[in-house]
């Protein structure tokens, strides 16, 4: 008799469970992903109200989830308990060290890159300090870090990565370069982020997706290689004639969503990556 309960029981989660499996709902970025990217801007970002100190200040100098910090503004200022704000850091390129030549332009023409650190609520408002836990952290936070009011971002949906095209053709539609990795690494991959020269102004918006590929054989290449050697390297071998990268198909190396924009840059996600991709690589909307 067990047994036959047991079966029908099984007969009867069986349906759920695969409904389960099969669900057409697209899955989404996460909070992380949103909240930890970054930005690039021109917007002028007040620097006024910031982190001054927190609990512990005596021997420790950076707080993480769980912490309170002390940030310079109280209820003399509007500020009160439940008000919640973020917390970002100005970020440079302190190694001087630029990857393509055009690099450091192109950046000066995209803004100031603004490295997320979290966010944190105010528990305790005082008439000049007020005390705030960190409630979600990307990074430490320290004393100097700005905190802004937190604004909600959208979260944008994943398309499928069986859809994903190495030999697309060139969409026709407009293209960029991906021009920092965040914290200016050099070298990025799945579930990475970078900073791209197109944004608002341009026409981009979050949930866009971009496809990022590399030439052949151009001069400007951001991976080392000795001249021509795509089409001919003595004692390999060489092609009959010679040809450019504009007569070589282009290399298609993944693809990325817009996480936030700004008005001459983009935040993406790289949501598929075939291998590296580096500073300098090129990419298109889809």
Known sequence: MWRKALIVGLTAF????????????????????????????????????????????????????????????????GVKPGDEFSVIRPMENNTHIWWFAAQRRLLGAMGQMWQDEGRIK??????????????????????????R??????????KPETNFDRFAPPSGKKKAMI????????????????????????????????????????????????????????????APNHYSWKDLPRQILGEGIVLRTTPNASTVLITYSLQQIYEGDYCELE
């Open 179 to 238: 021009v920092a990795g965040k914290s200016f690494e050099i070298e990025s991959g799945t579930n990475d982020i970078v900073y791209v020269n197109l944004g608002s102004r341009q026409g981009v918006k979050v949930g866009d997706y971009f496809r990022i590929f590399r030439y052949q054989t151009n001069d400007g290449d951001v991976v080392y290689q000795t001249p021509g050697m795509a089409t001919a390297v003595y004692g390999f071998g060489s």
């Open 122 to 147: 105010v528990v305790v408002a005082h008439s000049n300090v007020s005390i705030a836990q960190v409630t979600n952290s990307c990074s430490y936070m320290q004393r100097g870090d700005i905190v």
């Open 149 to 158: 009011p937190f604004v909600p971002q959208p979260v944008p949906q994943l």
């Open 14 to 77: 069986l349906p759920l469970l695969a409904w389960g499996q099969t669900s057409d709902s697209a899955p989404s970025t996460t909070h992380e992903d949103v909240y930890c990217s970054g930005i690039i801007t021109t917007r002028h970002i007040p620097r006024s109200t910031a982190i001054i100190s927190g609990e512990d200040a005596l021997y420790r100098v950076t707080f993480s989830q769980g912490d309170y910090v002390y940030i310079n503004r109280g209820s003399k200022d």
